[in-house]
């Protein structure tokens, strides 16, 4: 439950292992249009995670987008399923 609270602040918690952190930083840079992809961050994964580990975390970041942006259009709320706890 402690790193739940801090996955909002995952950069400057102690909580998140170096993988984490990558896999963190991955879905972030695949959710904001303004941010990339790049080389560097690729090489980083596979230096953590298997080509096809890489693909299912890929997978499982665009399906959250998926519906991040399907859900609200069709008025669809939380089902109150995943409860991120409030931090303090």
């Not at 984490?20 to 596979?46: C, G, M, N, S, W």
Request: charge should be negative; glycine fraction near 4%; include cysteine.
């Amino acid at each position: 439950m402690e790193k739940l609270a801090d996955v909002t602040t995952w950069r400057d918690s102690a909580l998140f292992s170096e993988p984490e952190r990558l896999a963190l930083e991955y879905a972030e840079r695949i959710t904001y249009t303004d941010r990339k992809v790049d080389d560097a961050l690729v090489e980083q994964l596979k230096r953590h995670y298997t080509e096809a580990q890489i693909v299912e975390l890929t997978a499982a970041i665009a399906m959250e987008n998926f519906r991040s942006k399907f859900n609200p259009a069709l008025g669809i709320e939380a089902q109150g399923f995943c409860i991120v706890p409030k931090r303090g």
